[in-house]
C-alpha cells in the first residue's frame, strides 16, 4: 500500500490531516520536519508528501529541493497558513503539484489526493 507522508512541525495539523486521509481511506504517517521526513523515506512506499512551509531549521521549499535530489518521483503538495505569491511561485518551479492553505478543507483535500495519485 502506497502511504502519504505529512510533514508539519504542528501537531494538531499533523493529527489532524492523518484523521482526515484515515478518513478518506488513505494510509497516512506524519513527521514533525523534513530531516525526520528525509530518514523516513528511505523506507520506501511513499507516493505523496503534504508538507508546510513554515518550519523551523529547514523549511518546507529546502526540503522540496532536497526531496528533488533523491526522490524525484515523489508528488508534493505544500500547505502553509501564511502563504504568499513568492513562495507560491517558488514551490510551483521546484515542482509542487499544488500549494494549499491552512486549515486545510476536505474537499480541497479531496482533489489534491485524486489528482496526485493518478498522476
Not at 47 to 71: A, H, K, S, V, W
Not at 83 to 111: F, I, T, W
Request: hydrophobic share 45%.
Amino acid at each position: 500500500m502506497n502511504e502519504v507522508l505529512i510533514v508539519d512541525d504542528e501537531e494538531n495539523t499533523r493529527i489532524g490531516l492523518v484523521k482526515l486521509l484515515a478518513q478518506e481511506g488513505y494510509h497516512a504517517k506524519a513527521v514533525a520536519n523534513g530531516f525526520e521526513a528525509l530518514e523516513y523515506l528511505k523506507k520506501g512506499g511513499i507516493r505523496l508528501i503534504l508538507t508546510d512551509i513554515n518550519m523551523p531549521e529547514m523549511n518546507g521549499l529546502i526540503f522540496l529541493r532536497e526531496l528533488n535530489q533523491t526522490y524525484p518521483e515523489i508528488t508534493v503538495v505544500m500547505i502553509t497558513a501564511y502563504g504568499g505569491v513568492d513562495s507560491y511561485l517558488e514551490a510551483m518551479n521546484l515542482g509542487a503539484l499544488e500549494y494549499l492553505h491552512k486549515p486545510v478543507k476536505l474537499r480541497d483535500l479531496q482533489l489534491v489526493l485524486s489528482k496526485a495519485l493518478n498522476r
